[in-house]
């Protein structure tokens, strides 16, 4: 009897950019169509959950330019949250 091997696909990593780059399109409308900063921090908080680049990579080990997105993303996010509370 031959046993057959199966192969999966790994979807995270498609869905992690899909639904990082939904939470940032959606805080963006929260933002500029609907004028609701305490709706564009959560959902551009929710975003950073979800990591668009390879997850399975350390981040000591991440490029540069993957560092710096995320810093400028939390950054922007804890300079929006503190315009929220202190405006």
């Known amino acids: 009897m031959e046993?057959?091997?199966t192969t999966?696909?790994?979807f995270s990593q498609t869905f992690s950019k899909?639904?990082?780059g939904a939470f940032v399109a959606l805080s963006l409308y929260?933002?500029?169509v609907s004028h609701s900063l305490s709706?564009?921090?959560m959902q551009f908080g929710i975003a950073l959950v979800f990591d668009p680049f390879d997850q399975k990579v350390?981040?000591?080990e991440r490029p540069f330019y993957q560092k710096a997105?995320?810093?400028?993303?939390?950054?922007?996010?804890f300079g929006a949250f503190g315009w929220?509370?202190?405006a």
Do not use: C, M, P, S
């Open 3 to 5: 046993t057959q091997e």
């Open 69 to 77: 997105w995320f810093i400028v993303h939390t950054v922007i996010l």
């Open 18 to 20: 899909f639904a990082y």
């Open 8 to 10: 999966t696909k790994d």
């Open 39 to 41: 709706d564009f921090v």
């Open 30 to 32: 929260f933002l500029i």
């Open 84 to 86: 929220l509370l202190f």
């Open 58 to 60: 350390a981040w000591n």
